[in-house]
Structure formats: C-alpha cells, structure tokens
Nanobody
Framework: QVQLVESGGGLVQAGGSLRLSCAASGLSFSTYNLGWFRQAPGKDREFVAA????????PYADSVKGRFTISRDNAKNTVYLQMNSLKPEDTAVYYC???????????????WGQGTQVTVSS
C-alpha cells in the first residue's frame, strides 16, 4: 500500500519561510518522479514544482520560481519543498504526489498525500 504523508505546514507571516516534507512508503521511491501541488479555496489544484528521479530535473511554476526549492532524499524516501519569501497568495493546501511522468498536470501522478495547510498572513 502506497502512502505519502506531508508535514511542515502552518501559519507564517509574509516574507517568512517554511519547509514541507513528504515521507513515502510502499513504492520504489528512487524510481518515481515527485511533485508538489497546491489548492486554494475555490481554485483548481495547481502545479508548484517537481523533481525527476532519473536526472534531477526540477521544473517550477513561474509563480514560485526563485522562491521555492524542491529536493529529495532517496535514502529517507522523502521529498521536500523549501518555501522562502512567502506571500499571502501562497496560502493553500499543499499536496505531494508521485508518478512515472515528469509533468505539470496533476493527472500524471498516480499517488497523492492528504495535504498540509500553509497559511501566509499579510
């Protein structure tokens, strides 16, 4: 049974930082592409960042480029999202996902976590 469990969300002031973690089990972690998505109230789920298993490529959404960094630790079966210079518009539930394709579409990921809330106050 595949499980992805996010942690690290919370309330932070604008300009602050948070690091999200996503621990995976039940899959061959090192051979999966991993992604972070977010969903704000009343909005569609949107791509944030991803990291390839094969060559470490890291595509980002334009809205977070230069502020967020995705990384992975295959020894710990964990993917991270370091979020700096946070803005109120970053407020959302953040989800990690695992899939065989390195894509920005959420339909390309087979496994999902339950999400963690990030709230950025102004």
């Amino acid at each position: 049974q595949v499980q992805l469990v996010e942690s690290g969300g919370g309330l932070v002031q604008a300009g602050g930082s948070l690091r999200l973690s996503c621990a995976a089990s039940g899959l061959s972690f090192s051979t999966y592409n991993l992604g972070w998505f977010r969903q704000a109230p009343g909005k569609d789920r949107e791509f944030v960042a991803a990291i390839a298993w094969s060559d470490g490529r890291t595509p980002y959404a334009d809205s977070v480029k230069g502020r967020f960094t995705i990384s992975r630790d295959n020894a710990k079966n964990t993917v991270y999202l370091q979020m700096n210079s946070l803005k109120p518009e970053d407020t959302a539930v953040y989800y990690c996902a695992a899939g065989r394709l390195l894509v920005r579409a959420y339909g390309g990921y087979a496994y999902w976590g339950q999400g963690t809330q990030v709230t950025v106050s102004s």
